[in-house]
T-cell receptor, first 112, second 113 residues
Framework: GENVEQHPSTLSVQEGDSAVIKCTYS??????FPWYKQELGKRPQLIIDIRSNVGEKKDQRIAVTLNKTAKHFSLHITETQPEDSAVYFCAAIQGNAGKSTFGDGTTLTVKP | DAGVIQSPRHEVTEMGQEVTLRCKPISGHDYLFWYRQTMMRGLELLIY????????DSGMPEDRFSAKMPNASFSTLKIQPSEPRDSAVYFC???????????FGPGTRLTVL
């Protein structure tokens, strides 16, 4: 089955700095890669996603890159703000089967 | 739309009791997912349905766990008998198509004493 590894498990940055979270996956059948943000005590919510036919996608301060050959994808947050503090999860979805595998999460802390 | 609805929001029960968690997906969504979240094991996919049919239940930890989706607007996750190690937050999520955003419900926090 699919295996998703996410690094780092914790990340602390100063407000205004950039943050990068990386994930690797094992199953070449995975073709959809969403990123979710989960604030304390709340539900995960999608912040950005990328499909396997695209190498990069950007939405304001957030960007995701995908390297299908190396089977890794990354989340980039620029100009971080305290409200970006949360747990971020990557996931790999097998498009035909629909099975979702999540990474273990990264706790991001943005210090004012 | 009200989003994905889960009930109850909190459940405290004693070991050995039956627990039933409920989920109403977003109208029109054809995929429904059940997840369990714990500090130790993170976010685990338990089972998912497509058009009310279970597709993959390989994440269901034991025979004590069962899930049903009798129609497009309702699903249940049952644990019988419950054990303290089942204590976790259980999320239901739904999506339109498999390669699209999953919308999570607020979760059910289960505590088994």
């Amino acid at each position: 089955g699919e295996n998703v590894e996410q690094h780092p498990s914790t990340l602390s940055v100063q407000e205004g700095d950039s943050a990068v979270i990386k994930c690797t996956y094992s199953d070449s059948a995975s073709n959809y890669f969403p990123w979710y943000k989960q604030e304390l005590g709340k539900r995960p919510q999608l912040i950005i996603d990328i499909r396997s036919n695209v190498g990069e996608k950007k939405d304001q301060r957030i960007a995701v890159t995908l390297n299908k050959t190396a089977k890794h994808f990354s989340l980039h947050i620029t100009e971080t703000q305290p409200e970006d503090s949360a747990v971020y999860f990557c996931a790999a979805i097998q498009g035909n089967a629909g099975k979702s595998t999540f990474g273990d999460g990264t706790t991001l802390t943005v210090k004012p | 739309d009200a989003g994905v609805i889960q009930s109850p929001r909190h459940e405290v029960t004693e070991m050995g009791q039956e627990v039933t968690l409920r989920c109403k997906p977003i109208s029109g969504h054809d995929y429904l997912f059940w997840y369990r979240q714990t500090m130790m094991r993170g976010l685990e996919l338990l089972i998912y349905f497509n058009n009310n049919v279970p597709i993959d239940d390989s994440g269901m930890p034991e025979d004590r766990f069962s899930a049903k989706m009798p129609n497009a607007s309702f699903s249940t996750l049952k644990i019988q008998p419950s054990e303290p190690r089942d204590s976790a937050v259980y999320f239901c999520a739904s999506s339109l198509g498999v390669r699209n955003e999953q919308f999570f419900g607020p979760g059910t926090r289960l505590t088994v004493l």
